[in-house]
């Protein structure tokens, strides 16, 4: 009884109906620091992996109609190209290097099958890549069979992808948490942190932050931020996350846009003048 009302607690730091897992929500709330874990990332590439769905979906149908306007395509394959896919192969990358052989110096996983599944969806995302740099040199004209292309294959990447994260979900936390504890965990996940390259940390902290704070009380949310180094945080958030405003987000919308954006990063130090920040 003890146990169920701790669990019960622990899901009232989240807002359960925002989560877009396919093993959690309100049905099957997050009940300890393991469940939740994986939620980070995931959330995030879900949060992504919906937009780029909308985003392929408006392509497809403005090609269909001729009203597609090039820009718009070249923009959203440069996103894909700059923005999507590193984080997708940053995210396999840890956990192939870090994660999973944490877990493996005291727990079973199914690391094999695992990482199968990361080829497969690598591969897709390698074809994906592949059709983007057609658009782009192109210009983004007489791209109808590619736009159409690319949304098929969109859509195969991104049920591989959810199955794979959802099986990811099911099976890790259960072995994670009888064997490590909550700040054993915390430990790697900073030199998870740590590890990121600060060009690569650009491309996807945003969207992390974004979802984090948008499918967690703002209680867990203050949690998640203290748990950054402050000199990362301080640039995630005065850098990072209003360049994702100006200069990501509007590619990766641009099929919605009717204008074409204008694109911009902010400067370092916050001047008006000078070089963007490429820290």
Same mark, same amino acid.
């Given at each position: 009884m003890k146990e169920t009302s701790t669990s019960n607690d622990?899901?009232? +730091? #989240?807002?359960?109906?925002?989560? =877009?897992?396919?093993?959690f929500g309100p049905e099957n709330p997050p009940k300890d620091w393991a469940d939740a874990s994986l939620l980070v990332p995931h959330e995030a590439l879900r949060m992504?992996?919906?937009?780029?769905? %909308?985003?392929?979906?408006?392509?497809? @149908?403005?090609?269909?109609?001729?009203?597609? %306007?090039?820009? %718009?395509?070249?923009?959203?394959?440069?996103?894909?190209?700059?923005? #999507?896919?590193?984080?997708?192969?940053?995210?396999?990358?840890?956990?192939e290097k870090i994660y999973f052989p944490w877990l493996q110096t005291r727990a079973d996983i199914p690391k094999k099958e695992l990482s199968k599944e990361h080829e497969e969806i690598v591969e897709i995302l390698d074809e994906l890549t592949s059709?983007? !740099? !057609?658009? *782009?040199?192109? =210009?983004?004209?007489?791209?109808?069979?590619?736009?159409? @292309?690319? &949304? =098929?294959? =969109?859509?195969?990447?991104?049920?591989?992808m959810r199955e794979h994260m959802a099986e990811e979900e099911r099976d890790i936390p259960p072995l994670a948490k009888k064997? #490590?504890?909550?700040?054993?965990?915390?430990?790697?996940?900073?030199? *998870? *942190?740590r590890r990121s390259k600060p060009t690569t940390t650009r491309k996807f902290s945003p969207s992390i932050l974004i979802s984090v704070s948008e499918w967690s009380t703002?209680?867990?949310?203050?949690?998640? &931020? !203290? @748990? *950054?180094?402050?000199?990362?945080?301080?640039?995630?958030?005065?850098?990072? +996350?209003?360049?994702f405003e100006t200069s990501i987000k509007p590619k990766r919308d641009a099929p919605f846009l009717q204008e074409e954006p204008i694109l911009s990063r902010r400067k370092c130090f916050g001047l008006p003048f000078g070089p963007s920040c490429i820290c």
């Open positions: 622990y899901s009232k +730091r #989240f807002k359960l109906d925002k989560l =877009t897992s396919d093993v992504e992996m919906n937009c780029m769905i %909308q985003s392929v979906d408006k392509l497809s @149908e403005l090609t269909k109609s001729n009203t597609m %306007q090039s820009w %718009q395509v070249v923009y959203f394959c440069e996103w894909y190209l700059d923005v #999507f896919a590193p984080f997708c192969h940053e995210h396999h990358d840890v956990e059709i983007c !740099k !057609k658009i *782009i040199c192109k =210009t983004g004209y007489d791209c109808k069979d590619e736009v159409e @292309e690319m &949304r =098929t294959k =969109t859509n195969v990447f991104v049920l591989n064997v #490590f504890t909550e700040a054993e965990e915390k430990k790697i996940l900073n030199k *998870i *942190i703002p209680e867990y949310y203050l949690e998640f &931020r !203290k @748990e *950054i180094p402050g000199p990362v945080l301080h640039v995630m958030e005065k850098y990072y +996350r209003p360049d």
